[in-house]
């Protein structure tokens, strides 16, 4: 017969286990706690309180236009790359689940190779590439033999590509393992029934590698929505997002303050999309299961 107290034991054992102590997730939450907690709640504490304490911070970005822009500018273009990345890493995360294991782990080491490069230096490398008397537009006019000039930089869709190019690979990953999980006896079965190629597709592989597609558009989206060198450098003056906003309060403005605060609603804004994320998955998994 258990006790109350041996009972109690055990849920706060339970309780430790999934928040990650007496486990050996231990040194990294304890890492987490010290390099990311600790310094957000001093942010925080700056946002409030620098010499005086008051909620001025928020309330001009609650009322500034310059604010409501960049926070537009930021969900739009975080939305849009994470939408193009998924697009793109699909076709690479499927062309490489038809691979076999020794050929996939070629081709993933070309797939990580953005990793490896500044996005400093790769943004640069695409002003080279995109500029108005870059490669592209080189090469159309020595093609159509015009002097054509297509836009490509110093505007919303020279932030897309830079940033999609950097962000692929976060799609990539989750939707490769989704689709190594599936069971190919299911498709074989498809097959058997007479489905077509297409069919199968979508009536079966697309819907049970959505988990990968979703997981790989969240991380796309809220890495870009905190992007700050690649909008600086390809971006135009009206593509200025919440994190040239923080750039510019420190370095020019020197308003620690307002900094802060923006960076505290950037950190918000992500928690809230993750947590909604979060909140439909477990909707899908109870329905599922219902």
């Known amino acids: 017969m258990t006790t109350p107290l041996l009972r109690r034991d055990g849920r706060t054992r339970k309780m430790l286990n999934r928040l990650g102590f007496g486990s050996f997730l231990l040194p990294l939450t304890l890492f987490m706690l010290l390099v990311f907690c600790l310094p957000l709640i001093g942010v925080i504490r700056t946002s409030i309180c620098d010499g005086d304490c008051s909620l001025v911070a928020y309330s001009d970005f609650a009322t500034g236009k310059l604010f409501h822009r960049a926070l537009t500018n930021t969900l739009s273009i975080g939305f849009i790359t994470g939408l193009v990345s998924v697009t793109c890493g699909y076709f690479v995360a499927y062309h490489l689940s038809r691979m076999t294991a020794r050929r996939r782990r070629l081709f993933l080491v070309l797939v990580m190779l953005p990793f490896w490069t500044s996005i400093l230096v790769k943004s640069f490398a695409f002003t080279v590439i995109l500029g108005t008397d870059g490669i592209i537009n080189n090469a159309l006019q020595a093609v159509t033999g015009t002097d054509i000039v297509i836009p490509m930089i110093f505007n919303r ?134």
């Open 157 to 290: 869709a020279g932030v897309i590509i830079g940033m999609a190019h950097w962000l692929i690979p976060f799609a990539v990953f989750p939707i490769l393992s989704s689709l190594l999980s599936q069971d190919k006896a299911l498709r074989d079965a498809a097959e058997i029934m007479g489905a077509r190629p297409w069919d199968i597709f979508w009536k079966v592989t697309f819907p049970l590698s959505l988990p990968g597609v979703i997981a790989g558009g969240l991380m796309s989206s809220v890495i870009g929505m905190g992007s700050f060198v690649t909008p600086a450098l390809l971006g135009g003056r009206r593509d200025m997002m919440m994190a040239n906003l923080v750039d510019f309060y420190v370095r020019e403005a020197l308003d620690w303050r307002m900094a802060s605060a923006i960076a505290v609603i950037l950190v918000l804004i992500a928690l809230l999309i993750l947590s909604l994320a979060a909140w439909l998955r477990q909707r899908q998994e109870r329905g599922a299961v219902a």
